[in-house]
C-alpha cells in the first residue's frame, strides 16, 4: 500500500511539472535547409541570425556583421558544386535570360541550396541574381536582388567542396 501511495504521489508530482516551451528562433540550425534563409518576394531580410552582406570592390567582399541579408553558409557536395559551378558560370556570363532559362531548366536541383520563392522570382525576372566569388575560392556567393531598383534582398554563401 506504501509503495502504491508513492507512485501515486511521484507521478502526481511529475504530472505537475511544466515544461517551458522551446524557443526555436533561439536555435542556429546545425545544416540549414533553403527554405530556413527564405525571404518573401516583397521584403528584404534585416534579421539578426544573419550576417550583413559587404562588397567593397576586388576581393574584399563576403558576410560579416549581425543583422543583415546573408544566409547561414551552405556546404555543397563535390558531385553537385560541378553543377553549380556551371550555374555560376552562366551567372558570370551576365546574361538574364539565360539565367532565368537555367534556373527553370535546374530549379529541382536548386531547389535543394535555394528556396524555391527565390528560384521562382528570378524565373519570372521580379529578382535578378550575381556572383562573387572565383572557382579556386572555397566560398562563392549568390546574390539576388531586385530587378526593379537592384535592392539585394538575400545572398546565400555556398561552400563547393
Known amino acids: 500500500m506504501k509503495k502504491l501511495i508513492f507512485v501515486a504521489c511521484a507521478s502526481l508530482a511529475l504530472l505537475s511539472c511544466e515544461k517551458e516551451p522551446l524557443c526555436s528562433s533561439c536555435i542556429e540550425p546545425i545544416n540549414p535547409t533553403a527554405e530556413e534563409n ?3 518576394n516583397t521584403q528584404k531580410v534585416t534579421d539578426s541570425k544573419y550576417l550583413t552582406w559587404h562588397d567593397n570592390g576586388a576581393s574584399d567582399f563576403g558576410c560579416w556583421d ?12 563535390a558531385i553537385a558544386a560541378v553543377e553549380l559551378n556551371n550555374i555560376f558560370t552562366i551567372i558570370n556570363a551576365n546574361n538574364n535570360l539565360l539565367v532565368r532559362k537555367t534556373f527553370e531548366e535546374n530549379k529541382t536541383f536548386l531547389s535543394r541550396y535555394i ?17 562573387r566569388g572565383a572557382d579556386a575560392e572555397s566560398i562563392r556567393y549568390m546574390i539576388f536582388s531586385k530587378a ?14
Do not use: M, Q, W
Open 115 to 131: 528556396p524555391s520563392s527565390t528560384i521562382g522570382a528570378v524565373i519570372t525576372g521580379e529578382y535578378n541574381v550575381k556572383a
Open 66 to 77: 549581425r543583422g543583415g541579408n546573408c544566409g547561414h553558409t551552405i556546404t555543397v557536395s
Open 148 to 161: 526593379a531598383d537592384s535592392e539585394i534582398v538575400f545572398v546565400y554563401p555556398l561552400v563547393l567542396k
Open 38 to 40: 527564405t525571404t518573401t
